[in-house]
């Protein structure tokens, strides 16, 4: 996906607007004051630095880098047993724990925009209830009119939260880390094209013979499930930048120009890029389902080996199985983000790891950081 930024964001019936002369919004109903819109988070990233405003505030400056997240307390692994293995479930922690400084303002617009009421629930779901009733008690007729009522009120109810249940995010991206930013979704595209995405869930080491044996003598188990990386941003977000994104779990990953925003089932958390570890290595993975098209088959295994590696003869249709080179990455930081990730071709984390290390060294942090009222 070519990566751009768009001049324009719309939320309802606000539009904001960038241009070389600034951000500026608009309302395109008459009677809507500015004040009962969104609020517009304006962030330039350059060489300079990067300046974070947030618009109808007060212009007020924080501290130069956000410190760096305190340790928290990994969240003590859970157990579950899989043909006999101790697996240990691989997890992320609170996101709540999950804080950057310079992005806590909009985090906690996000966070408490999530928790407001949807409008279009309480409208289309009411008037929904009484056209159901009205069509047993009264009749079709009745039924059907108030049906219509509660088809507009929905969609009355949706236009509502879209403005009223959304924050807006506006980025201004120097040349320099507009590129370093292209790089990191080239490097995504590469992952996200591999055959075989997996997020891996649990772990857990082979450590008796019979399971060994029983296992196609792999040395640990694995209890994975096919993910997604797109491109998209959240439910309550609207910015003229779209980030690539991963599901892992029941989290979603998102990959902004300037932080990493978690969404944990409605919950936001954010992690700076600096904070951010990869790691990533090969992984010889025994294939017992469908083997990716682009995967690369290194060898093959029996399905029950005897204890030299060849087929246990007291087996019936004791076939082979393919040993597949894939790759895994794991995602960290000290705040509490732990995901493995699996892919079905090797070689691809590690631009992508690089590419993620060399935007956060592009887009540096200046003397201070300053936060104004963008002017409409």
């Not at 212009?59 to 579950?80: L, N, T």
């Not at 709540?96 to 999530?114: C, G, T, Y």
């Amino acid at each position: 996906m070519g990566f751009y930024i768009r001049k324009s964001v719309s939320a309802g019936p606000f539009r904001f607007n960038f241009s070389k002369g600034g951000v500026g919004a608009s309302v395109g109903v008459k009677g809507f004051r500015l004040g009962t819109g969104p609020r517009g988070h304006y962030v330039h990233a350059g060489v300079g630095g990067v300046y974070y405003r947030t618009s109808l505030g007060s212009a007020r400056q924080r501290a130069a880098r956000p410190p760096a997240p305190a340790r928290v307390e990994a969240p003590k692994p859970r157990f579950d047993s899989t043909d006999g293995v101790q697996m240990v479930e691989i997890e992320s922690g609170d996101v709540v724990e999950m804080r950057d400084a310079a992005f806590s303002d909009f985090l906690a617009e996000i966070n408490e925009k999530q928790k407001q009421l949807r409008v279009s629930v309480l409208l289309g779901g009411s008037l929904g209830a009484l056209a159901a009733f009205a069509f047993f008690a009264i009749g079709p007729v009745t039924g059907g009119l108030l049906g219509a009522v509660a088809a507009a009120g929905l969609a009355f109810g949706n236009w509502l939260d879209s403005y009223h249940r959304t924050a807006v995010l506006f980025y201004e991206l120097d040349d320099h880390v507009h590129r370093a930013y292209e790089q990191v979704t080239t490097a995504f595209d590469k992952l996200a094209a591999c055959a075989g995405v997996w997020h891996v869930e649990a772990a857990g080491p082979v450590q008796d013979l019979t399971t060994w044996k029983r296992n196609a003598g792999a040395s640990h188990l694995v209890k994975k499930s096919p993910t997604a990386m797109t491109y998209k941003l959240p439910a309550v977000v609207k910015s003229n930048v779209t980030p690539a994104s991963v599901q892992v779990g029941r989290q979603v990953i998102y990959f902004m120009p300037d932080i990493v925003l978690i969404d944990d089932r409605g919950r936001f958390g954010a992690v700076a890029y600096s904070d951010l570890k990869i790691a990533w290595q090969d992984s010889n993975f025994i294939e017992n389902g469908t083997v990716p098209r682009d995967a690369v088959v290194v060898g093959h295994t029996w399905a029950h080996p005897n204890k030299k590696g060849g087929p246990d003869r007291r087996f019936n249709n004791n076939r082979q199985i393919p040993i597949c080179l894939y790759e895994i990455m794991h995602l960290r930081s000290a705040s509490g983000v732990n995901e493995l990730l699996e892919f079905s071709r090797s070689g691809f984390a590690a631009p992508f790891a690089q590419a993620l290390a060399q935007l956060s060294s592009t887009r540096r942090w200046e003397s201070d950081c300053k936060r104004a009222t963008v002017v409409g």
